[in-house]
């Protein structure tokens, strides 16, 4: 089978493997559609976000849905031929993480396409416990953008408490920031948009978002105390990782309120006493999602028939991953996706 390698330096590799088979409680996947994602710029350029000893050694792609091939011995909850998007985290099934179904937080996790064979394959073998069913008329397209842009931003909303009489302001309309639109909108909030970029500002406003507003001024912080009578957002959500758009969320947000930092970043400052403490203001990390809420993010995406494929900008074949991450590189795409 052919498969897809990010060894550092901007190389991309496509290669051919042999076709893996199930061990025990296992299922190969054929891959149907795989996802680009931010994370795997960091294998792209040779500093892997989820670092071992092999980075850059193992098929890449963390975002993969297709359909079950074959089942390993002792399977049981899949068949050959569900259609499944997979869950990205491989945890020891033991530890208190695994146990509350944070496959993501567990000490020895292993992550598809990081530190194991990932999805920018044609097969892919997993845990059976890491396919997440695909409801019928959920494309596979959706279902591979239904797990990291989706889901971790579905996620975040429900631990903010996003509801239809919250307003929501969402900074970095990016990928990421763009799912964050549907997944407030989903709960029925009212959602403010920021970025810098004119066409993604366009683009939230195209998925639903009440606002769209150019931070350029004074980072947004101005128009979103206008637009809720002075009093601040209910809840906002970094999805950037900048400084000044951290800071911002901090400030817009009201008294009480609730901020969630997504994008990813190394190292920020902020004023703990006037942004924090006397605003008594809760201030969350979120990333990804605990598998027991693919049930709930399956029926949003097909109840509301939430129009997750429009965030694809491209799609490309395995044979043209050279272009596929150079393209994402240079942002000339937004999200974009393997279809087989
Ligand atoms: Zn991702
Ligand atoms: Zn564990």
């Not at 909108?185 to 004119?198: E, F, M, Q, T, Y």
């Not at 979103?224 to 990782?241: P, R």
């Not at 951290?246 to 009201?254: G, M, P, V």
Request: charged share 20%.
């Amino acid at each position: 089978m052919k498969g897809v390698l990010l060894p550092g330096n901007r190389q991309v590799v496509v290669t051919t493997f042999p076709d893996p088979a199930p061990a025990n409680g296992e299922v190969v996947v054929r891959v149907k559609a795989s996802a680009i994602c931010r994370s795997d710029l960091s294998l792209y350029y040779g500093q892997a976000v989820v670092q071992r000893d092999r980075a850059g050694n193992f098929i890449s792609g963390h975002e993969p849905a297709g359909v079950v091939e074959e089942v390993g011995p002792s399977v049981t909850s899949v068949m050959r031929g569900d259609r499944v998007a997979i869950y990205l985290a491989i945890g020891c099934g033991h530890c208190r993480y695994c146990r509350h179904g944070d496959y993501h937080l567990c000490p020895d996790w292993e992550c598809l396409g990081f530190t194991r064979n990932g999805g920018n394959a044609e097969l892919l073998v997993v845990p059976e416990r890491n396919c997440l069913r695909l409801p019928d008329g959920m494309s596979f397209v959706a279902g591979a953008v239904s797990t990291d842009a989706f889901g971790t931003l579905y996620s975040a909303c429900c631990k903010l408490g996003v509801a239809g009489d919250k307003t929501v302001a969402i900074f970095g309309l990016g990928p990421m920031g763009s799912a964050g639109v549907l997944a407030a909108k989903a709960r029925g909030a009212r959602v403010l948009a920021i970025d810098p970029l004119s066409e993604r500002r366009d683009f939230a406003l195209e998925l639903g978002a009440d606002r769209a507003i150019d931070p350029q001024a004074d980072s947004g912080v101005a128009t979103l105390m206008a637009e809720t009578n002075g009093e601040g957002v209910d809840f906002a959500v970094d999805c950037s990782g900048n400084n000044k758009a951290q800071n911002a969320a901090l400030d817009a947000t009201k008294r009480f309120g609730k901020v969630a930092f997504i994008g990813e970043s190394r190292e920020t400052t902020i004023n703990p006493s006037d942004q924090l403490i006397r605003k008594q203001l809760t201030l969350i990390g979120s990333w990804y999602f605990n598998i027991s809420e693919w049930d709930d993010i399956a029926r949003v995406i097909t109840t509301q028939n939430i129009p997750l494929e429009k965030l694809v900008t491209n799609t490309f074949s395995l044979d043209e991953a050279a272009t596929a991450f150079q393209m994402f590189d240079e942002r000339k795409t937004e999200k974009a996706v393997f279809v087989f």
